[in-house]
């Protein structure tokens, strides 16, 4: 059955979310207080580069199912439930997560709901998030409204935000203990067809639902962050990381996925989720349980120091003076999301060493110039290693992963190649003549 649905925050998780759930057939609102985003996204276009979200939101929108708005009253008027997508950013100077965004939509939503509604959350949130904005809602919504709120945490991964939202592996719902059980039957309804075909459901407790998403992520951040610090030892000891990740990838206890080796991990998540994490636990007088995600911060951190250090030397021990061809600037492939990117972290500390930096990325150009419009850009791959010096790869993006060494011969001035995401072959570049570097690789 249809339900109505508002999605709060059209960022990479809210207009994902609004698209794919009235892909599912629900009649959609989504809900930003920035009007230009509403207005981009009300002629089907997505505000960042996310594959196959444009023409699922130009269809949808054509359908009729689906549309933007800047005002909470249709909001509030229309839906019977009410995701929360909006960002969760860490806090100026601070471990912890700024819950603003958060706040903000609850303060402002709650006063208009004059009919029965589930708020659910979906951003990632400390524990206890949810019971303290159940407070706020009994205290700010009209006295006689049926109001739940639930938390239902979202596990998209960008560049296959679509994918994952439409097919999840898992569906999570904590809610209230005295739940009348609204917020369950609401979601057994928005997600039956992935329930029907297979998809689990867990419902919990809120506090539960909260810490799974933080839980989730800290784990990741630790798996890439072990076999960062093995690629430390397999450098030490002359090894190979790439082959041991493969190695014991092949026990299915430890699976391959997520032990690629490199200049570590970024983006707007795992990097601040493990700090408001850490914070959180400190909170509630639980922060000895979490000191080792100190060290998971530190070990990754410690790539990109690494990383120039790596360049540094490959040219000679002086960056002074030298032309660094950089491709990639996104924190991952397939996005043009630069937030906390390790790339252009590296880039930012070459150039603070004297280099000349031209960075090339199929996608995030736009977004890296503003954030760092002190590096020079280039037009495509040949624009950025033009008399390059050395050429390095810190975004596997399909254009560079299939790169050869004669695409880049008479164009570099020296044929230096470091690969911080390990993504190219080794044999191929060095029988070519290259001096080539990994990260943890023979
Ligand atoms: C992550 C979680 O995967 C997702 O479930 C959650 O909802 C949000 O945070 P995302 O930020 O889109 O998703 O990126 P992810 O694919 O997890 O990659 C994070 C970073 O880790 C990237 O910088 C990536 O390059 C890096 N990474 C990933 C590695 O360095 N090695 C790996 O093996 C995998």
Redesign the pocket.
């Known amino acids: 059955m249809a339900c109505n649905i508002a999605v709060f925050g059209t960022g990479y998780l809210g207009a994902t979310h609004a698209a794919c759930m009235a892909e599912l057939g629900h009649q959609v609102v989504g809900v930003d207080v920035d009007a230009a985003k509403v207005e981009k996204l009300s002629r089907g276009e997505a505000p960042f580069f996310e594959p196959g979200l444009d023409d699922l939101l130009k269809s949808n929108l054509d359908a009729g199912r689906l549309r933007f708005t800047s005002s909470y009253e249709e909001a509030a008027e229309f839906a019977d439930a009410h995701f929360i997508g909006v960002a969760t950013p860490q806090k100026r100077g601070e471990f912890g997560a700024d819950l603003s965004f958060v706040d903000t939509v609850v303060c402002t939503l709650a006063p208009m709901l004059r009919r029965p509604a589930v708020i659910l959350g979906k951003s990632t949130v400390p524990v206890g998030t949810a019971a303290r904005l159940s407070a706020m809602v009994a205290e700010l919504a009209p006295s006689d409204s049926i109001i739940e709120v639930a938390w239902n945490p ?6 296959f935000a679509v994918q994952d939202t439409l097919t999840p592996d898992r569906i999570v719902l904590g809610v209230h203990a005295q739940s009348a059980g609204r917020a369950e039957a609401l979601t057994r309804e928005i997600y039956a067809k992935a329930i029907a075909d297979g998809v689990p459901l867990v419902v919990t407790d809120r506090e539960t639902a909260e810490l799974v998403k933080t839980a ?2 800290a784990f ?1 951040a630790t798996k ?1 962050s072990f076999i960062n610090a093995m690629a430390e030892l397999c450098e030490a000891a002359g090894a190979d990381v790439s082959e041991l990740a493969d190695a014991i990838g092949y026990d299915a206890r430890i699976g391959r996925r ?3 080796a ?1 200049i ?7 990097p601040k989720d493990i700090r408001a994490f850490m914070a959180r636990a400190g909170e509630l007088g639980a922060n000895q349980a979490l000191t080792f995600l100190r060290e998971v911060d530190s070990i990754n951190m410690r790539r990109r120091t690494k990383m120039m250090e790596t360049v540094r030397d490959i040219v000679g021990g002086s960056l002074i003076g030298t032309r660094v061809a950089v491709l990639g600037a996104a ?2 492939p397939d996005s043009d999301d630069i937030r906390d990117s ?1 790339a252009l972290n590296i880039a930012g500390q070459i150039q603070l060493q004297g280099a000349s930096v031209s960075v090339y990325d199929p996608k995030a150009i736009e977004n890296s110039r503003r954030l760092f419009p002190t590096l020079d850009y280039a037009r495509d791959i040949n624009d950025a290693c033009d008399n390059a010096d050395v050429t390095l790869v810190l975004t596997e993006w399909d254009d560079f992963k299939n790169l050869l060494p004669e695409d880049l011969d008479s164009v570099v001035r020296q044929r230096r190649i470091i690969d911080g995401r390990n993504c190219l072959d080794p044999a191929v570049w060095r029988s070519a003549g290259w001096i080539y570097r990994g990260v943890g690789r023979k």
Do not use: S, Y
Not at 154 to 159: C, N, P, S, V
Not at 264 to 270: D, M, N, V, W
């Open positions: 979202e596990f998209l991964r960008e560049g989730a992520n990741l890439i997520f032990l690629n490199g570590g991990f970024g983006g707007g998540c795992l924190f991952k390790p």
